[in-house]
């Protein structure tokens, strides 16, 4: 029986009817229509970007998403499916495109896709991280955009955020990414298989830890998959010389699928792969579920398996070679009806000296909870103050110790409520924090200028939800917004128990229609694009 008979929600639509969904069960990928083990031959695929961007309602995207597109896509299948290809890795995907052309072709084809949420514009920044409502809304988009497709396996909520000890907070965000993403699939009722994952820099000093913290907690907070980008093996190594036996140690008892989301180390060339019969072999496919090979494109990097000239493909060296090793790279696996999962999720690693993300995790983005607070304040910023100063003000307003409702301490595990807001909003509530301290104690008169940025401003006051949001939140920003809360009908309390989700699908479809007028809105901290990148 197909998969797809079992979903009348998406009897109506041609895409992908060909592809049965993927189904996780434990630490395996499976076909939904036969339970045969599915190990991922992928292949990493995002065309160069030509500097010609395109504008969507997210503004302009500065990348090509190659699953947008029916003359790249229709161009490079046949060459992905000589390579035996059942899974591309899109790095950037346009969420206002139309994807069904591709997307039913790779269908068609057996071609599997997982996208990553985040792209060259909006992701988590590993030194500078935040999970605000414009990312929050960009990821959803994501999301909407390939979940009716059967073909898509998931999405990566992150990849390679955090890539050394002191980016290990980074990771906090990233998961309530994962938390916030999972939530939105079933809020959408998007079907169940669609996993959330992560992609990690394999640094071995975090190894362990990363992989313990995604695999911990609640389960609606824990990844679905994990990823990891492992260049270890250059030139004609060996599974111990690899180091792949260390990664097998470790991972063997992981409860979630285990794959490279990239592998393919270029130091040594031509590229021989003969770490391929090893992932696929005996020594790891009864554990892990195979990899994505960097890179389709051949790029300024020197990954690439092809070039493109005037529109037209051409192998490269590479391309021979990993084509020889992936063709004959076909485990049978077990059939999902013979397999009880034994592995049992991870416990929350400890806060120290080489890890530094508690286990608490930033709030949920609430564009709502965002504008209910700016439409009660009295002091904002003035409009015409360029985004550009709003560090130098950040600076000297918080120097104040008004800050609360904005910081973040991954180290605690405490994020003020309003944190997840836009760079302006919390610009605003702060430089209100300090406007009304001053007033109370007789200052008011000159509290609200900051060299002339700031500016008196009516404020309304908060009635139904707004008022019983800002009132779980508390004046000072520092409480939690509850269930109760989100429906109106909480009591007035500012209480710092534990976050539920509870109320978030109300809110949740109300963000994203919000969150796409603040997509303009300055971006606080410069974003770094994780595309394709590779930490050697
Ligand atoms: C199960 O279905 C998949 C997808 O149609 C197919 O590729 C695979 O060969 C099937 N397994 C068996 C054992 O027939
Ligand atoms: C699709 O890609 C081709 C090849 O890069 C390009 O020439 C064409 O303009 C693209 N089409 C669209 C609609 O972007
Ligand atoms: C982390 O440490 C490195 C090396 O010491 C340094 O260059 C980098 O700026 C630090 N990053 C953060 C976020 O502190
Ligand atoms: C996905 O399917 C739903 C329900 O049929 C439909 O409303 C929505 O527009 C579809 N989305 C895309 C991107 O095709
Ligand atoms: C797997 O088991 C080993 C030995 O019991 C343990 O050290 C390791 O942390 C476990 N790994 C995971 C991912 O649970
Ligand atoms: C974060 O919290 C920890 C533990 O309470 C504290 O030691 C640290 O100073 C805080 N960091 C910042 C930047 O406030």
Same mark, same amino acid.
């Given at each position: 029986?197909?998969?797809?008979? @079992?979903?009348?929600? @998406? ?10 969904? /993927? ?21 990493? #695929? ?22 947008? =597109? ?56 590993? !030194? +500078?991280?935040?999970?605000? *409502? ?34 290990? $907070? ?24 669609? $996993? ?7 640094? !071995?000093?975090? &190894?362990?830890?990363?992989?313990? #913290?995604? =695999?911990?907690?609640?389960?609606? +907070? ?13 030139? +004609? ?15 063997? =008892? ?16 031509? &590229? *021989?792969? *003969? ?6 072999? +005996?020594?790891? =496919?009864?554990?892990?579920? $195979?990899?994505?090979? #960097? ?8 990954? $690439? ?20 090793? /992936? ?49 009660? @304040? ?86 139904? *939800? ?39 699908? &109300? ?27 590779? @930490?050697?």
């Amino acid at each position: 029986m197909k998969s797809f008979a @079992l979903l009348p929600v @998406l009897a109506g639509i041609a895409a992908a009817t060909t592809a049965p969904e /993927i189904v996780i069960k434990g630490s395996k990928f499976f076909y939904s229509n036969n339970g045969t083990q599915f190990y991922i031959r992928g292949v990493a #695929y995002q065309p160069n970007y030509d500097g010609v961007g395109t504008t969507t309602s997210a503004g302009e995207v500065d990348f090509v998403d190659p699953l947008a =597109n029916e003359t790249i896509c229709k161009r490079d299948l046949p060459y992905l499916t000589a390579l035996n290809t059942n899974v591309v890795r899109v790095y950037d995907v346009d969420p206002d495109a139309d994807h069904s052309t591709c997307m039913n072709l790779f269908a068609e084809a057996g071609i599997y896709v997982l996208a990553d949420l985040s792209s060259a514009d909006y992701s988590i920044d590993s !030194s +500078d991280p935040e999970w605000t *409502t414009t990312l929050y809304s960009y990821y959803n988009s994501v999301v909407d955009s390939l979940a009716n497709y059967t073909n898509t396996i998931g999405f990566f909520a992150g990849n390679e955020n955090s890539n050394s000890v002191n980016t290990t $907070g980074a990771s906090a965000f990233v998961k309530a990414a994962v938390r916030d993403t999972k939530a939105y699939i079933s809020s959408q009722g998007y079907r169940s298989s669609l $996993g959330v994952g992560y992609s990690a820099a394999d640094v !071995s000093e975090i &190894r362990d830890s990363l992989a313990e #913290y995604f =695999n911990c907690g609640d389960s609606a +907070d824990r990844i679905d998959f994990f990823g990891d980008n492992v260049y270890e093996w250059c030139g +004609d190594s060996s599974y111990t010389e690899s180091g792949y036996d260390e990664i097998t140690a470790f991972f063997k =008892n992981y409860s979630v699928p285990y794959f490279f989301s990239e592998y393919g180390c270029n130091t040594v060339q031509p &590229r *021989t792969f *003969t770490n391929v019969p090893v992932m696929y072999g +005996d020594e790891m =496919n009864d554990w892990m579920s $195979g990899g994505i090979v #960097y890179e389709y494109f051949q790029d300024d990097n020197d990954y $690439g398996l092809v070039t493109i000239s005037d529109g037209a493909v051409s192998t490269l060296t590479d391309y021979a070679s990993f084509s020889k090793e /992936i063709v004959t790279a076909t485990p049978t696996g077990t059939n999902s009806a013979s397999y009880t999962p034994t592995n049992s999720a991870a416990s929350c690693p400890t806060v120290g000296a080489d890890w530094e993300a508690a286990s608490a995790l930033p709030p949920t983005p609430d564009a709502a909870l965002c504008e209910c607070m700016v439409a009660s @304040l009295s002091c904002v910023v003035k409009s015409s103050v360029k985004s550009a100063k709003y560090a130098d003000l950040f600076d000297t307003v918080c120097g104040y110790g008004v800050c609360a409702g904005i910081d973040t301490n991954t180290t605690s595990g405490v994020y003020g409520a309003y944190s997840m807001c836009t760079s302006e909003q919390q610009l605003n509530f702060v430089l209100n924090e300090y406007y009304v301290e001053q007033k109370a104690a007789g200052n008011g008169a000159s509290a609200c200028d900051f060299s002339g940025s700031a500016t008196t401003t009516a404020s309304t006051s908060a009635t139904g *939800t707004c008022a019983s949001l800002l009132s779980a939140v508390g004046t000072a920003g520092t409480g939690t917004v509850t269930a109760a809360a989100a429906s109106g009908t909480g009591s007035s309390s500012s209480s710092s128990s534990t976050s539920s989700s509870a109320g978030l699908p &109300r809110l949740a479809s109300q963000s994203v229609n919000l969150g796409f007028g603040q997509l303009a809105v300055f971006i606080f901290t410069a974003v770094l694009s994780g595309t394709g990148m590779i @930490l050697l």
